[in-house]
């Protein structure tokens, strides 16, 4: 089985977490995840082709914002909330009111 790449909490940029973030797709993503511990690929309230939405969990994992775990045939996306806020403390908050905004 193929492992997918997940950047240890410790490599993770701030600039890669904004540069993630700075698509409206890709914040739509982390906003639904804020509110759910974990969703399946094709769980996500989003019209996007497959390979749209593969393109941006990719950026997103890669960038050390989400983990995705693979079972059988799905995958689960969950956000790294805790492991975000331990290495940016208070980032998750700021991203939450700007949403809002």
Known sequence: MRTLFHPDIE????????YA??????????LQLMSIPEQT?????????KSTMS????VLREAGIIRT???G???FICL??????????????VILTQAKV
């Not at 690929?41 to 082709?49: A, I, K, T």
């Not at 393109?55 to 990719?58: D, G, I, L, R, V």
């Open 69 to 71: 775990r693979m079972e």
């Open 21 to 30: 973030l700075s698509e409206p797709i890709r914040m739509s993503i982390v």
């Open 73 to 75: 045939t799905q995958r």
């Open 41 to 49: 690929c094709g769980g996500f309230d989003l019209s996007l082709s």
């Open 80 to 93: 790294r909330k805790d492991e975000l806020e331990a290495r940016f403390p208070g980032l998750m908050q």
């Open 11 to 18: 490599h993770i940029e701030l600039s890669q977490v904004f």
């Open 55 to 58: 393109h941006h969990f990719k």
